[in-house]
């Protein structure tokens, strides 16, 4: 079991940063991935930012490149997301996700795919004025 755990949310004017976190305890697994969603009310969740181990690579919203950046801390399991020049849409709920496998040297991303274990964090408000 993984427990995703999220913060650094808050209310921030428009234009403004910030930086949001993801730690994630308990189990590790062969091949994982960490990321981002988003969640506005009455709407569905969405994609943002993906993290792969295995290669290092990073994956983005096409809407959200340039503003949006997703850092990883790998000895601490720490997934970050800078969120730079935020408008008043980017106003949502984040979730950080966790997915894996037990096969090893899979390339796991977290924004497609099917997994045996998905863990998600209980989220984190970001609200940007207008």
């Known amino acids: 079991q993984v427990q995703p755990i999220e913060s650094g949310g808050g209310l921030v004017p428009a234009g403004g940063s910030l930086r949001l976190s993801c730690a994630a305890t308990?189990?590790?697994?062969?091949?994982?991935?960490m990321g981002w969603f988003r969640q506005a009310p009455d709407q569905a969740r969405e994609f943002v930012a993906g993290?792969?181990?295995?290669?290092?690579?990073?994956y983005y919203a096409d809407s959200l490149k340039g503003r949006f950046t997703i850092s990883r801390d790998y000895a601490k399991n720490i997934v970050d997301l800078q969120m730079n020049n935020l408008k008043p849409e980017d106003t949502a709920k984040y979730f950080c996700?966790?997915?894996?496998?037990?096969?090893?040297?899979?390339?796991?991303?977290?924004?497609?795919?099917?997994?045996?274990?998905?863990?998600w964090g209980q989220g984190a408000q970001v609200t940007v004025d207008s």
């Open positions: 996700r966790v997915v894996g496998s037990d096969v090893p040297h899979l390339e796991i991303r977290i924004d497609k795919g099917i997994y045996e274990y998905d863990f």
């Open positions: 308990g189990r590790t697994f062969r091949s994982y991935a």
């Open positions: 993290f792969n181990w295995k290669d290092n690579r990073t």
